[in-house]
């Protein structure tokens, strides 16, 4: 039985009417590192709830397989260097040429969706420092078998998903290695295809599938997901349709541990998320600054934050103050022969 199953209208706006005005216009946010990031403003989505943590192997075998197949690279010396299986290239494997190409948007709408700007807007939104990746020099890295990670959770549930999301994008970020992110409510094959033309790993936040999509069909786009971060807190039911397919589960409690007495602290969350995705060539100065950005991360006064899918309604929860800024590491000078 179909139960309120959305297809959305599309239609695609002549190149020359994506700069002519936006429906809900997006404006622009300071971001912790400085960059811009874009925010449209919008009420707030539909209210539910979500509970404890670890990689989980009841993934099913299809899913499983494919993202033991899918090499996501990491940063490592050896994957600069561009020594053989590594898993990373200087180059995309697809067509990804600038930040200001089909998938993005700007606040005037993207010609992939062939919408404007709105409060679920399903284009890309790269925040400063991820679009230094079209510079020389920068040292950014694409992967030589883009892989597909979601970001999952109930929608409302107070769980921390929107950390979650932003913990993944914030370690490829500080990785350098290329991670396209987006919002999309209703998952379809076309629309994941689709955004793994960029050649870059793809992150979606998402929410509930089951109003959205036939339990068959959604069955024939779970071989696409390499990853499903599922966002768990205690107290709160877990999505059951999403858990199934979890291959890691983050908790809140983690989450806002004070210390490791207290559970395994947000510093060691992005430690096990890094292993998890793969990511390498991380210091303890990079986990950080990851930490302290996840907390600095603005909250709009109103709308939402389309690069970091803050709404204005969240908060930051658990009593856990914010980390202090670590210095940054000074680079090693020449040996000396004493």
């Known amino acids: 039985m179909l139960a309120r199953l959305r297809i959305p209208s599309v239609r695609l706006l002549p190149a020359a009417r994506l700069t002519i005005g936006v429906w809900l216009p997006c404006l ?7 960059a811009p ?82 409060s679920e807007c399903e284009a890309r939104h790269l925040d400063e420092a991820e679009s230094k990746r079209f510079e020389d020099g920068t040292g950014f ?9 979601i970001a999952a959770s109930r929608d409302m549930s107070r769980t921390a998903s929107t950390w979650a999301y932003n913990a993944i994008r914030l370690l490829y970020r500080q990785a350098k290695v290329a991670c396209d992110s987006y919002w999309i409510r209703t998952l379809t094959k076309e629309k994941l295809e689709k955004r793994l033309e960029t050649g870059a790993n793809v992150l979606i936040k998402t929410h509930e599938w089951t109003d959205m999509t036939r339990p068959e069909k959604f069955e024939k786009i779970t071989p696409l997901f390499s990853n ?31 210390t490791p007495a207290d ?43 389309q690069t970091t899918k803050h709404w204005f309604f969240h908060a930051r929860r658990g009593g856990r103050a914010t980390p202090e800024k670590p210095e940054e590491p000074q680079a090693a000078g020449p040996d000396v022969e004493v």
């Open 28 to 34: 622009t946010a300071t971001f912790a590192s400085s």
């Open 37 to 118: 990031t874009q925010h449209c403003p919008s009420g707030p989505l539909n209210a539910k709830s979500t509970v404890r943590h670890s990689s989980c192997s009841s993934a099913p075998n299809a899913m499983a397989a494919n993202a033991a197949a899918t090499d996501m690279g990491s940063p490592s010396k050896k994957a600069r260097n561009m020594e053989p299986g590594t898993g990373l290239r200087p180059t995309s494997v697809g067509s990804d040429e600038s930040a200001h190409g089909p998938f993005d948007c700007h606040g005037n709408g993207s010609v992939v969706t062939g919408r404007r700007c709105h």
């Open 263 to 305: 559970g395994l602290t947000a510093v060691g969350v992005l430690k096990e998320l890094a292993e998890h995705l793969g990511i390498e060539g991380l210091t303890e100065y990079d986990y950080k600054i990851v930490d302290y950005d996840l907390n600095t991360l603005p909250i709009p006064a109103y709308g939402v934050d």
């Open 228 to 258: 499903v971060v599922v966002s768990v807190r205690n107290g709160f039911d877990p999505d059951p349709d999403w858990i199934k397919y979890a291959t890691y589960q983050i908790h809140f409690e983690d989450i806002v541990a004070k």
């Open 141 to 149: 890295m694409y992967p030589e078998k883009p892989r597909i990670i």
